[in-house]
């Protein structure tokens, strides 16, 4: 670890709520950002790090194979004791490096390629009106994160793992535990036990019944056992659920609060693409950055990063870097040109495998929602919504809607 920084940033941990805008970066980093590239900040635990800002900047370490995703990397980041758990008890290809994380995910690229989710578009469409139909027969006002946006990913899910109809119900209460705020400890890891049986079970019985799946497919080869297929299929529901879920809560209220674009869209459903890139850039839900252990000395920004340093790419900065997205960085533009630069994916080796379901997931989501429920309003004043700061991913906790 190099020398102890002499410009401290801000603590990096982030509070329960934004209170005031949950659509801007919180001002520690913003400040930051004013303040360099690349600058020293401390984590929550006291432990110094590099805190990078800048767009050009987070490419360039989220491309350098010098920096480590592995979480057992010395120097390794953690944002939170949470974080800690989640990166040591969860491995998986997202907290590897090559040439272990290639071999892994090559098992899996070829499900998420753009032309296999343009396949799966009609089943998505079908899941998300059957999940609307049993929204709007339940009472008003409704949650719609609970009763729509959390269940639609995990149900994609299921369908690309092919989890039989039967067990749906399971599956879900099962994620939905793992994904609650309120969940202890000891619930949280009986349903990732819970979750990680099933997934096994399945995998041996998908091996002896093979169907036209992932988990079918992994299942098959001889190079994994049924403990490491059920950890992929697990880390594909963990990384696909909670991030669509949120992201499209986020998108739907970022609607509600601009009624001239929700016209917009529901006149011309082909401007749909162009804005999903533009509030995937805006709002970028990942909030608390990225996590790098540099492996050896590395000059990023004129900044040599040490051996040993832990790093934090943020996302949000990078979005709004003025000098990729110009002067109105900041400001949501859906007829913007360049939105598709953002790096709410990610970038580099580790960039998510998911965005192609995650962008027609959005798509469908939002599409659906603006021609079935043209009325949809909140039911609540917008200050009486509140904002959860999970681990991983920035969302709104409550959607009390009505239509
Ligand atoms: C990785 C964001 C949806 C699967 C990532 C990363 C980001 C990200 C930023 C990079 C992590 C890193 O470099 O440390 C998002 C957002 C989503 C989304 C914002 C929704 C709006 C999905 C979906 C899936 C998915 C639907 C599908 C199951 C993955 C996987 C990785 C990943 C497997 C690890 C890739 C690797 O390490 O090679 N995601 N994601 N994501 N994402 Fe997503």
Not at 81 to 87: I, V
Request: net charge neutral; charged share 25%; proline share 7%.
């Amino acid at each position: 670890m190099s020398a102890v920084p002499t410009q401290l940033a801000p603590p990096l941990r982030l509070p329960a709520a934004y209170g005031r805008c949950p659509f801007t970066p919180p001002p520690a980093y913003t400040e930051a950002a004013r303040a360099g590239a690349v600058t020293r900040s401390v984590l929550p635990d006291g432990t110094p790090c590099w805190l990078v800002t800048g767009y050009r900047e987070v490419r360039s370490v989220l491309a350098d194979a010098r920096f480590s995703a592995d979480a057992r990397t010395p120097g390794f980041p953690f944002l939170s004791p949470g974080q800690r758990q989640l990166a040591t008890s969860r491995p998986s290809f997202i907290r590897m490096d090559d040439p272990e994380h290639a071999r892994l995910r090559r098992m899996v690229t070829r499900d998420f390629l753009v032309r296999r989710v343009e396949e799966l578009r009609p089943a998505i469409r079908r899941i998300v009106d059957d999940a609307l139909d049993e929204l709007i027969a339940k009472e008003q006002p409704a949650d719609l994160v609970r009763d729509f946006t959390l269940p639609v990913p995990s149900l994609v899910i299921c369908l690309m793992l092919g989890v039989p109809y039967a067990d749906r119900d399971l599956f879900q209460s099962l994620s939905r535990t793992l994904l609650d705020n309120t969940a202890t400890d000891g619930e949280v890891a009986n349903a990732h036990r819970s979750l990680m049986g099933y997934l096994a079970g399945l995998a041996a019985r998908k091996a002896r019944e093979p169907g036209d799946d992932i988990l079918s497919r992994l299942a098959a080869r001889d190079d994994l056992t049924p403990g490491q297929v059920a950890s992929l299929g697990f880390m594909l529901l963990v990384t696909g659920h909670e991030s669509t879920a949120n992201m499209s809560a986020i998108s739907v209220l970022t609607l509600l609060r601009n009624p001239a674009l929700a016209a917009r869209l529901r006149a011309d459903p082909a401007l749909m693409p162009a804005a999903v890139e533009e509030l995937l850039r805006h709002v970028t839900i990942i909030h608390l950055g990225l996590a790098r252990a540099a492996k050896e000395d590395v000059e990023v920004g004129g900044v040599t990063i040490a051996a040993g340093d832990g790093v934090i790419c943020m996302l949000s900065t990078a979005n709004r870097d003025e000098e990729v997205f110009g002067p109105t960085a900041g400001t949501l533009d859906p007829d913007r040109r360049d939105a598709r630069r953002h790096l709410s994916f990610g970038f580099g080796v580790h960039q998510c495998l998911g965005h192609a379901l995650a962008r027609v997931e959005l798509e469908v989501v939002l599409t659906t929602l603006l021609r079935r429920l043209p009325n949809l309003r909140l039911a609540t004043g917008e200050t009486a919504l509140t904002y959860g700061t999970s681990d991983l991913v920035y969302g709104v906790r409550e959607l009390p809607v009505t239509w």
